[in-house]
């Protein structure tokens, strides 16, 4: 990507609190050596699990590459701002919706956006949902806590394991067939990617161990069905009030009906990390995408 740049002194913004934490660590110390790559000063600035920072005097400009609470909540979003530091990614009132569910699921429903039929529930509450069913806590990321439902008998334990993170769980109809990610940078939207597991089951451990998921691009999938994934997913991330950066997943029913299951305002950014994957069939290298987020600040 030519031209001048917009910043020269970055903080990149990595580890923090979360659940996440792991996998925010490897996101942040590939991004602070691609923007290095690019010729820009960065410093790595280590979230403590307390949510501890200090941003360097003189920093210009913070990358955020924190997942899960604190970081795609809009909670230090909110704190850059306090201090004037601008950020890539979305708002802080657009983080906190996106990020968590028991928001952004009516929202993109009211946008006229397919989502599965969906409820939200606390300790207590009956299903109305018939299974199978998925069960999420409504403010957690990279499928911590989240259950498939297919036998009543597996109903109560995916529950309590949700009701565990959050006061709030989201039980959502199960959508059989192919998983599918968007990525949106800016006003781009990336091609479609499938993604392959040997269960069909895209859990915290095929996200984040290789070898263990691939990524098909173009995803096997009518070119009609991809495009009308990628609108969809633009549609969700207009509607959210996102901005810099997302990754809108989908799931593809044998039947070609699509369902937008959730936006991720803070994607994965590691080796194995599907922005990352989907920008380079698009032509950006890594370097380039992590500057083009850096640009649209």
Known sequence: MSGQKRFHKVAVLLGGP????????????AVAQALRERGYEVAEVVVGEDSSFAIPAGT?????????????????????????VPHTGSSPEASARAFDKSKSKP?????????????????GQARTLPLPVVVKPVRQGSSVGVSRVFREDEWAPAL????????????????????????????TVLPVVEIVTADGNFDYEQKYTPGKSSHRIPADIPAETARACQEAALACFRA?????????DIRLRPDGRFFVLELNNIPGMTEVSLLPDAARAHGWSFPEL?????NVV
């Open 18 to 29: 979360s659940s996440e934490r792991a996998v925010s660590l490897r996101s942040g110390a």
């Open 60 to 84: 210009e400009v913070a990358f955020v590459a924190m997942h899960g609470r604190f970081g795609e909540d809009g909670a230090i979003q909110a704190l850059l701002r306090k201090q004037g």
């Open 107 to 123: 929202v993109i429903a009211a946008a006229g956006i397919p989502t599965p039929p969906f409820e939200f529930l606390r300790k």
């Open 160 to 187: 309590e394991l949700a009701l565990g993170y959050d006061d709030v769980a989201l039980v959502e109809e199960f959508i059989p067939g192919k998983e599918l990610t968007v990525g949106v940078v800016g006003e």
């Open 240 to 248: 959210l009030g996102c901005s810099g950066m997302g990754r809108v």
């Open 290 to 294: 992590c500057e083009r987020i850096l």
